[in-house]
């Protein structure tokens, strides 16, 4: 089993040209995170606003502070952040009892025994398991995986494809979507730059999706909430020269690629990979921004 990481690099310049699309893991570098072509991989900083871009800003929390949910060393015991396990064709596959089944890729899944989860092996809450097998480029996500093993959903995800999960089904996320390619990555910043939108969460959201969201988790009706699958972006006169390097990455990506609403949780909480190569005084300086410098994204030029 090999935990995906990035070699600690020093950052290259902030002004050198990234090629579009999400950086490969560097323990599957045969593998795209999705294709260029993916609407994860799209950016969104010249596309027009949504005309109720305030409502919803304001319904998610306009004074509310961005937040890093990923970072070095352990909170409670665990990594902090959504780990990502890479694994080969060597790796014995498994069955998964699925209290989701009737949304769930059957699978099998191959699941190492010292496999990384979310908040760690003890750890409460989402318990998330990403698997990516640099062998076939597939992805495996599980939700709330246990061992023995038993989980709530899992969806498994062919790399090279841009294919979305059936109408109303769950992934191992609440908008039925890929967590990986939402992750701020260490070895993304190590690469200079974030190449692909962000997941973040919403305390309250609408009982609707939007593409490329499938799912939806809430009973609420109003359409001043944010469905799942709702992109956001960074004002884009927004100053980020006063912020750290890597608080700089993640700000820029924010502005060129965006967010997208994937999960209820913590208003404005962004997701991303644990790393020992994170700076977690720099990631801290993200709260200076508020909830109001974000816009909502009209992307129905992205719908294939």
Known sequence: MRLARAVLTALVPLALAAPAGGHPLPDAPACPVFPDTNVWNKRVDNLPLRKDSRTIVNAIGADLNLHADFGSGLWDGGPIGIPVTVVDSTTPLSTVDFDYADESDPGPYPIPGDVAIEGGSSADGDRHALLVDSDSC???ELYHLYPSWSAGSGAIWDLTSNALRPRGWTS????????????ARYDDVAA????????FTVNR?????????RHFASSRTSKSLPPMGLRLRLRRDYFIGSF???????????????????????SWYVSGGPDPGWDNDDLHTLGKVKGSNFRVVDTASLRP
């Open 138 to 140: 597939t992805l495996y």
């Open 172 to 183: 191992a996320d609440a908008a039925g979507l890929p967590i990986l390619p939402g992750l």
């Open 192 to 199: 200079g730059s974030i190449d692909h939108a962000l997941r």
């Open 205 to 213: 959201s609408r009982r609707a999706y939007v593409y490329p969201a």
């Open 244 to 266: 750290p390097p890597q608080a700089q990455i993640v700000l820029r990506a924010l502005k060129r690629y965006g967010m997208i609403v994937a999960d209820n949780g913590s």
